[in-house]
């Protein structure tokens, strides 16, 4: 992995889950895993939110592995600018950063976020939007779910911005329950 946006600190600056002075919890170590330059603006708010101090933003460089041969489906170049990008939004919100530009297996992106909070002694891990639905996710696996279920610390999973969410229509129950109720 390449050290981006200066030099982590060696020692924690608070314990994970401390107290803020209005009793909120605050997670002062928050790594930031983000895929695309789409989810820095949310996962930004959210570490603001979390009383980070201290944040650093994990961007994956995914391989497949085809024929025990590796092929990026990013140029190093791109990951490098999307990890600068999202430290300069968290510099701007006020909080410390660093970045990592790494590489893993399409497979294997869940296990190096995981590898990445424990050996950085992360006290909270925020992701960006899942790009799987709930279906899909459960058929297929995803990122998300599993640094949930294995992380050595709490997660907070981003939402889609309200416009990207699909439109709940009603259910022909429902809809039949509201034109009873209008004749």
């Known amino acids: 992995m ?36 789409s989810q820095i603006e949310h996962a930004v708010e959210l570490a603001r939110r979390a009383g980070a101090s201290e944040a650093r933003v994990l961007h994956l ?16 170049s791109s990951g490098a600018g999307l990890v600068e990008a999202a430290i300069l939004e968290l510099r701007v919100a006020g909080i410390s950063a660093t970045g990592q530009l790494g590489d893993a297996l399409i497979d294997r992106a869940g296990q190096a976020i995981i590898a990445e909070a424990t050996q950085w002694a992360a006290d ?27 992380a050595p610390c709490p997660v907070l999973v981003a939402s889609a911005p309200a416009s990207d969410r699909p439109v709940q229509s009603a259910t022909p129950v429902t809809a039949r329950m509201a034109a009873a109720r209008s004749h």
């Not at 401390?18 to 330059?37: C, E, M, P, W």
């Not at 497949?64 to 041969?69: A, K, M, Q, T």
């Open 2 to 37: 390449r050290n981006l946006g200066g030099k982590a600190l060696a020692a924690d600056v608070a314990s994970a889950g401390s107290a803020d002075t209005s009793g909120n919890t605050v997670f002062r170590r928050v790594l930031i895993a983000i895929k695309d330059d």
């Open 124 to 150: 909270l891990i925020v992701l960006g939007v899942p790009r799987r639905s709930g279906l899909a996710a459960r058929l297929f696996g995803s990122v998300a779910l599993h640094v949930q279920r294995h």
């Open 61 to 76: 460089n995914l391989h497949e592995s085809v024929r025990g041969r590796r092929y990026a489906l990013e140029t190093e």
